[in-house]
């Protein structure tokens, strides 16, 4: 089984693949790929707030968006380091619901794990939700990992 296992850069995106790790038998998963998208064109950076704060300050200092999203996928590949499946890493580019999608297809992939609300609610007003997206058209089950519910 190929599982692919997206990332915004958030730490609700590391806490959907420790979901995934969590539930799931690795003896029954061949490959995952962590994959992240990155937007040509946006307005904002792709924030990656799963690596450490000292590599986050390097990639900062001396590289773009396409490094911190390859510092996010690095991030996310570790957590699944020595747990069984052979990992691979993508950073794509383009609308982030269709590149997992096709990377889904590309990958024959027979899951995807997503985190929702990794990016606030102001992307899932101004801009759609890419969780809803991708669980709507994806061509394989789709796991949805909500945040945790905060404490009052």
Do not use: N
Not at 66 to 86: K, N
């Amino acid at each position: 089984m190929h599982v692919i296992v997206t990332t915004d850069g958030s730490k609700q995106s590391l806490a959907a693949a420790r979901r995934l790790k969590a539930f799931a038998d690795p003896a029954k998963i061949s490959d995952i790929s962590v994959v992240a998208v990155i937007r040509p064109f946006a307005a904002v950076a792709f924030a990656d707030d799963v690596s450490e704060a000292e590599q986050r300050t390097a990639v900062a200092q001396e590289s773009g968006v396409r490094e911190a999203a390859q510092a996010a996928v690095a991030t996310l590949a570790l957590e699944f380091e020595g747990w069984g499946p052979v990992v691979h890493t993508r950073v794509r580019a383009g609308s982030p619901a269709k590149e997992i999608i096709k990377a889904a297809k590309q990958l024959d992939a027979e899951l995807i794990v997503i985190a929702s609300g990794g990016r606030g609610l102001s992307d899932v007003v101004l801009l759609g939700s890419t969780a809803q997206r991708v669980q709507q058209y994806a061509p394989c089950p789709v796991l949805v990992v909500r945040p945790s519910p905060r404490r009052r």
